[in-house]
Structures are given as structure tokens and as C-alpha cells.
Nanobody, 125 residues
Framework: VQLQASGGGLVQAGGSLRLSCAAS????????MGWFRQAPGKEREWEAG????????YYADSVKGRFTISRDNAKNTLYLQMNSLKPEDTAVYYCAARDSGQSGSYNNPRDYIYWGQGTQVTVSS
């Protein structure tokens, strides 16, 4: 199983980025997906989640209204559209997969089975 995150980079505050996470080696449509991020010296934090069908999305308060999570099961790809970026959004962003049978909220990293390698997002002020 491989989750390959991409799309990170350096952007000015107020700008936008779109992250992608290409999945292989698993039946993508059987997994709920999430995006997490980890800033230097901080714990990994959940930011957004989407159910296996893509019709239910969930967000942390810190990104609600600015970030949009989506997925294309035909392309085995997860996305995170990030708008109105702030310097505090600077972090390594990780995509992760959890079994669609997993109950409970999407924000517990221990519920996720597979993780991508991360992509760096840096927002300058």
C-alpha cells in the first residue's frame, strides 16, 4: 500500500495550494480518508476527513471555511484545496486511510491504518 502526497510548496499568506494524495495497493473506495498536519515541535493534528463515498466531509475548526477535502474514487486520489492560507498553516501535511467500517470521529490518528510520506507546506507572511 502506498499513499503518495504531493502539491506542497511555498506560498504567500492569502494564497492557495491544492494537495493531492495518490493511493495504490488498496481498494481506495473502501477507506475513509483524512488529512493531518504536523508543525515543528508540535503533535500531528487532524484537519479534514471524508467518508469512503465522498459525500460526507468534516473539518477542524482551524481550517473550516478555508480548506476543502474531496476525493475521486475513479482516480484513487484524495485532494485538499487550501485557500486563504495563513503562516500558522505551515506544516508537513499527511494523508491517511482508515477502514470505512471504523466508527467514531475522524480526528483520531490511531484509527488510521495507512499513512502517506507527507508534503511540506510553507506560508510566508
Amino acid at each position: 500500500v502506498q499513499l503518495q502526497a504531493s502539491g506542497g510548496g511555498l506560498v504567500q499568506a492569502g494564497g492557495s495550494l491544492r494537495l493531492s494524495c495518490a493511493a495504490s495497493g488498496l481498494t481506495f473506495s473502501r477507506y475513509d480518508m483524512g488529512w493531518f498536519r504536523q508543525a515543528p515541535g508540535k503533535e500531528r493534528e487532524w484537519e479534514a476527513g471524508v467518508n469512503w463515498r465522498g459525500d460526507r466531509t468534516y473539518y477542524a475548526d482551524s481550517v473550516k471555511g478555508r480548506f476543502t477535502i474531496s476525493r475521486d474514487n475513479a482516480k484513487n486520489t484524495l485532494y485538499l484545496q487550501m485557500n486563504s492560507l495563513k503562516p500558522e498553516d505551515t506544516a508537513v501535511y499527511y494523508c491517511a486511510a482508515r477502514d470505512s467500517g471504523q466508527s467514531g470521529s475522524y480526528n483520531n490518528p490511531r484509527d488510521y491504518i495507512y499513512w502517506g510520506q507527507g508534503t511540506q507546506v510553507t506560508v510566508s507572511s
